[in-house]
């Protein structure tokens, strides 16, 4: 029989740097003390103090200064399971504390929200008892705590949506979206944001890193790669004909897909499904059209089939899952989608501003309407809330641990 400790540490060092999960790199530590020794924790981009875009009207803004947080949607499941509710996986987005070792945030999974839990959550997770798979990694700029003038309210910016790719010798770059939909590249050896003038119809309104590229998709469906090199953008796919009102680049098995919704005002939602908006005073419902690249033909090609999949589509991410993972009860069900309404008058402290597209009906319904979807969002599922001792207080923040 092998004994797993004593591999060589070259192997080991070569194996940790292939896992890509920074939960999967400390249950990889964890195995023995030979293991923690050989591959060293993550280093991660949020040392990095980075400046902020270039601002001709706005000088004020070079004092600004960029952070990125680096956040995690977890499917957390119970690594025995005691009924058939325990297979439901609870999904959740975290974004780990710089300052505080093991300290976490949680966040609502498909925006920047913080989640405040009830107050029998409990405030420490120990990791070793769950199953916890990394469904998606994403990073997302922020200024700390910036003021323009000392004693006023701190400034909002406008932060859009970032990729990241990572290179060799902790050298990385950074694609954003910009106010008025343009794009930024920042190079870590270059310490400076470079904006993108190349020719761009209209504002750009998803990005996505793809077999090691960048790409972009503007609101008429145009999609470009970014080449951060030269800084120029190469058509990947035409415009849409007759496109909607939002796009979204998502990755699932290995290709692209575009996920087009179309906001219906004043239909009937007995035949689109949908609800009523009070924001807008009136039924809002969501049209969706899928489609997959199809490079060589520089085109996308509408599908009338995902399969057994789930698409999630998030404010700064957006990844798939397979039904089996998810929800074991519903394959064979067809695909669904959940998205964020962004619907003003459902934002509560809880999920009920996320949807859910069901694929084969053409329908959509709030998920907190729909109980075997509702309970992978909210509230904490009971092998979470009783398997620890609970605490007086409650916030959006938690401490993990493990033998890492």
């Known amino acids: 029989m092998m004994d797993w400790a004593t591999l060589p540490k070259d192997l080991l060092d070569l194996i940790s740097k292939c896992l890509e999960s920074s939960f999967d790199l400390i249950q990889f530590r964890s195995v023995c003390s030979s293991w923690r020794s050989a591959a060293g924790p993550k280093r991660l981009l949020w040392a990095h103090n980075l400046p902020f875009f270039p601002s001709d009207d706005k000088p004020f803004l070079s004092n600004v200064i960029l952070r990125v947080a680096h956040q995690s949607i977890l499917l957390i499941k119970p690594n025995e399971p005691q009924c058939e509710a325990d297979l439901f996986g609870w999904i959740v987005k975290v974004w780990d504390n710089i300052y505080v070792s093991r300290k976490m945030t949680l966040l609502k999974p498909l925006s920047s929200s913080r989640n405040y839990f009830p107050q029998h959550l409990p405030r420490i997770f120990d990791m070793s008892k769950f199953t916890v798979r990394e469904l998606c990694r994403e990073v997302k700029l922020y200024h700390p705590d910036y003021y323009c003038v000392p004693g006023h309210t701190a400034l909002e910016l406008e932060l859009g949506k970032t990729v990241v790719k990572y290179l060799k010798d902790d050298k990385f770059v950074l694609l954003t979206i910009l106010e008025y939909g343009k794009l930024a590249v920042f190079?870590?050896?270059?310490?400076?944001?470079?904006?993108?003038?190349?020719?761009?119809?209209?504002?750009?309104?998803?990005?996505?890193?793809?077999?090691?590229?960048?790409?972009?998709?503007?609101?008429?469906?145009?999609?470009?790669?970014?080449?951060?090199?030269s800084f120029k953008l190469t058509l990947a796919a035409n415009p849409l004909i007759g496109g909607g009102d939002k796009k979204f680049l998502i990755e699932s098995c290995g290709e692209m897909f575009l996920v087009d919704i179309e906001f219906c005002l004043n239909e009937k939602p007995e035949f689109t499904g949908g609800f009523y908006s009070y924001f807008n005073e009136t039924t809002v419902s969501y049209k969706f059209k899928f489609f997959k690249l199809v490079e060589r033909e520089k085109r996308w090609v509408e599908v009338e089939d995902l399969g057994d999949k789930m698409f999630f589509l998030g404010d700064d991410s957006t990844f798939s899952a397979s039904t089996a993972d998810i929800i074991p009860r519903c394959v064979g069900t067809g695909s669904f989608v959940f998205f964020y309404t962004h619907e003003e008058s459902l934002v509560v402290m809880d999920d009920r501003n996320l949807g859910v597209f069901d694929f084969r009906s053409g329908k959509t319904e709030l998920v907190n309407k729909l109980p075997e979807y509702a309970k992978l969002f909210w509230p904490p599922p009971p092998w979470i809330t009783t398997s620890h001792e609970s605490v007086e207080n409650y916030t959006g923040e938690t401490s993990s641990q493990s033998q890492s």
């Not at 590229?213 to 080449?227: H, K, L, P, Q, S």
């Open 187 to 229: 190079r870590s050896w270059d310490r400076e944001w470079t904006v993108i003038n190349d020719y761009i119809p209209s504002r750009c309104q998803d990005l996505i890193m793809f077999d090691g590229r960048f790409f972009a998709i503007d609101y008429n469906g145009r999609t470009v790669v970014v080449d951060y090199s």
